[in-house]
């Protein structure tokens, strides 16, 4: 058995063969989606087949070690997200849910719709049997949000599509609808460890481990890459091990770790809904200064030209660029 709390350096399909048969409670697995992203040392531009092949290899290692009530969510990108579906069904998963995690601060593409959105699987081992911390990951219910009813219950179940900054978003998503609401780590968020470029928020990894674990418990990453995932293990007070190929990722998640602390509060809003100011729905109205020259032809040499609009001494306001203005009030 490999020593747990760190992150291993070893290639994960041969490391999950020195942990022990259903000794894992939990795995989250964000493996490299095979679209040519440039890792420091893996190549992520394998041939189809091979990808497939490998990840069968890996998938399979993941249901070896997981005990028979053990979880595993799977985040996966659009190319290959129905092939690994089929496949971990086939190995012998259980499918309970298809989330779709929305966010924006997405890649700009010209040619084609920007993808905002990662597909995360949540597979069980057993379809009867199986960890499910409901009332660790409630959310609020309309009632609460929208009418401040005392007589709703402590919240309810979060559904299966996540996004960002659903206050902006109020006639489309609440949160009795198919929303989580995690923000994706852009590169200015304080949260970014700046050092890996697919890092998931902890809260999005918080809600998977206390719904899918209990204290004590071990969790699993078999591709530690930006160490999120133990590190909101360590937080929450569960056992973990990872592993990773990349000299240089492990060495900063391990730095990572040593400054935490079993009990710290994980990064990031846990309700945005709550925590994050609402785009103001009604416009702002700017008032605009216009001034206005009589006509050449009816102009009189003795009156006064129009003087321009003094300066304004007050600072622009600026505000988001959702905002709407009138160009001109009365």
């Known amino acids: 058995m490999l020593p747990l709390n760190t992150i291993h350096r070893l290639d994960c399909i041969e490391a999950m063969q020195a ?19 440039e890792y420091d040392v893996y190549r992520d531009k394998k041939d189809p087949k091979a990808y497939l092949d490998w ?5 399979s290692g993941v249901h070896r070690v997981l005990k028979p009530n053990g979880t595993f969510w799977l985040a996966i990108g659009d190319d290959y997200a ?11 998963f259980h499918c309970r849910s298809w989330v779709i995690w929305y966010y924006t601060f997405g890649v700009n593409c010209k040619f084609k719709f920007s993808r905002s959105h990662t597909h995360i699987f949540h597979f069980v081992k057993d379809s009867k049997q199986f960890t499910f911390n409901r009332e660790a990951v409630l959310v609020p219910s309309a009632r609460q949000l929208v009418y401040a009813d005392k007589r ?18 109020t006639d489309g998503f609440n949160p009795d609808d198919d929303t989580w609401y995690f923000p994706r780590v852009a590169g200015t968020f304080k949260e970014r460890e700046g050092f890996h470029g697919c890092q998931m928020p902890e809260q999005l990894l918080g809600r998977i481990i206390k719904v899918s674990s209990n204290p004590g418990e071990l969790v699993l990453d078999p591709f530690s890459g930006s160490s ?14 990872a592993f990773d190929i990349s ?12 400054g935490i602390t079993p009990g710290d509060p994980l990064d990031g809003a846990a309700e945005p809904k709550y925590s994050a100011p609402s ?4 416009p702002i109205k700017r008032e605009r200064r216009i001034a206005i020259a009589k006509s050449p032809t009816t102009s009189d040499s003795s009156e006064k030209q129009p003087q321009k609009p003094k300066k304004s001494k007050k600072k622009p306001v600026t505000q988001s660029a959702t905002l709407l203005f009138e160009d001109a009030v009365e």
Request: glycine share 8%; no cysteine.
């Open 82 to 92: 129905a092939e690994l579906k089929v496949l971990s069904q086939e190995i012998g």
């Open 55 to 59: 990840s069968r290899q890996w998938i």
């Open 152 to 169: 709703a219950a402590a919240g309810r179940l979060p559904d299966d599509t996540w996004i960002l900054r659903p206050q902006d978003l």
């Open 279 to 282: 785009t103001p729905d009604v």
């Open 19 to 37: 942990l022990g048969e259903g000794s894992v409670d939990l795995a989250f697995a964000d493996p490299p989606f095979n679209i040519g992203f």
């Open 228 to 241: 999120t995932t133990v590190a909101v293990a360590k937080k929450l007070g569960r056992e973990f091990v």
């Open 247 to 258: 000299e240089e990722y492990i060495a900063r998640g391990l730095s990572r770790l040593e």
